[in-house]
């Protein structure tokens, strides 16, 4: 069964028709309004702004978060030290046996 459903979403006073999963609606809501928010918030702070110019800042904030959020879940420096930790107990047991 396709478990798929058609929405609008309004952020910056368009409209964006989508189709997702039915599980994924109301984190979908949640990100339109976050991104509605956000645009609004630009919006009122620098008045002249156009819409667009307002959606592209609201888009970079959000990238930026994106990446600072992925850098935080960054394990490689643990990942490698562990490599490095394996690779010395192996060497340590072929030397013992």
Known sequence: MDDKININLMMAGVSYPLTIDRDQEEMAREAAKQVDIRVNAYRRYYKEVPKEVALGMAAF????????????NDTSPYTEKIKELREVLENHFKEQG
């Open 61 to 72: 904030q959000f990238a930026m978060e994106a990446l600072r959020q992925a850098d935080r």
